[in-house]
């Protein structure tokens, strides 16, 4: 079973956030949501109320098979300023292991860390002059190499989908959106 990570912050771009974790969990992943605010519970953008699984300080030191960021803003900026999980994510990175972000996230979070460096992304399409190389910022979804990035509401549940693909393969990626009915 694939352990992933789903950090949410206050702002955070909610449809993004339940999409991500809604379609994952769906796919068979282990999904932990951890809060960088203060509290479990965050309010999104849009002011609905998320409540977290843990406080991404108890996730310093696991190992996740994938962190995906959603994106949103103030809360790309929250993700962006939160010292666990910038050290956490450029430990996964170095390691190889899968991440992504969408919206706000691949400009304002990855990009601002270095870890979009000779990696192609795309992000909410304002944002895209922040991007290290932005030739394929048009494109909905982006996946290279163990980076995968999008751009923004509209494009969450393809962005899901290709996380899907990636841990588990295009079949189950199929299984999880046949009934979802976007296949």
């Known amino acids: 079973m694939a352990k992933v990570l789903v950090p949410i912050a206050d ?30 519970q965050v309010t999104g953008s849009r002011k609905t109320k998320l409540v977290a699984d843990a406080m991404i300080q108890d996730c310093a030191g696991m190992t996740f098979d994938a ?14 300023d939160s010292t666990p999980l910038i ?12 991440y992504g972000a969408i919206c706000a996230s691949p400009a304002v979070v990855l990009a601002r860390h270095g870890l979009l460096k000779d990696r192609k992304a795309t992000c909410y399409p304002s944002m895209e002059t922040q991007l290290p190389d932005a030739s394929a910022a048009a494109k909905r979804v982006v996946v290279d190499h163990h980076c995968i990035t999008s751009q923004g509401p509209g ?4 962005f899901a989908l290709t996380v899907v693909e ?6 189950r990626r199929r299984q999880v959106a046949e009934p979802m009915l976007v296949v």
């Open 11 to 40: 702002g955070i771009e909610e449809l993004e956030s339940v999409t991500i974790i809604d379609v994952l969990r769906r796919a068979g992943a282990q999904v932990t949501v951890a809060s960088v605010s203060a509290a479990l």
């Open 87 to 98: 050290e956490l994510l450029k430990q996964h990175v170095q390691a190889g292991r899968l």
């Open 67 to 80: 962190i995906i960021l959603p994106g949103g803003m103030p809360g790309a900026e929250h993700l962006r």
């Open 155 to 158: 494009t969450a549940i393809d």
């Open 166 to 171: 990636a841990l588990f393969g295009a079949e």
